[in-house]
């Protein structure tokens, strides 16, 4: 999907500190509802109101597992996502939905989520 590699490409050349990336992120969502894909346009969201929020992505299921020379968290998530049709990165990427809306103060969704 081209919005994501964008994306995957801002993130690669600027990083987030210039705020394009929450801005493709946008469009990115705009396409997912378009896909009538729920999960990808509420996650697309809530990654843009996390970095809006804190400047930075924080948020990061395998922080223990990863390694300073590994993919950040940002991008693994990037990745999974473009190919969100696979069971377990679609489980993944229900894991970074839980922990982005605790993070943004939305914990009584993030419960609901956990029970499903």
Known sequence: MKQLDDVKAEYKKSGLEN???VELLKVLREQYKEMSDP???KV?????EHIEANKAFL???FEEERGADEETSFEYLLS???DAD???NREEIQEYK????VDLGYQE??????ED
Do not use: C, H, P, Q
């Open 19 to 21: 705020g394009k990336v």
């Open 44 to 48: 697309t969201r809530l990654m843009y």
């Open 109 to 114: 969704k993030a419960e609901v989520v956990e």
């Open 86 to 88: 696979n069971k377990f």
């Open 59 to 61: 948020v990061d299921t």
């Open 80 to 82: 999974i996502m473009s």
């Open 98 to 101: 839980v922990l982005l809306l």
């Open 39 to 41: 999960t990808l346009t």
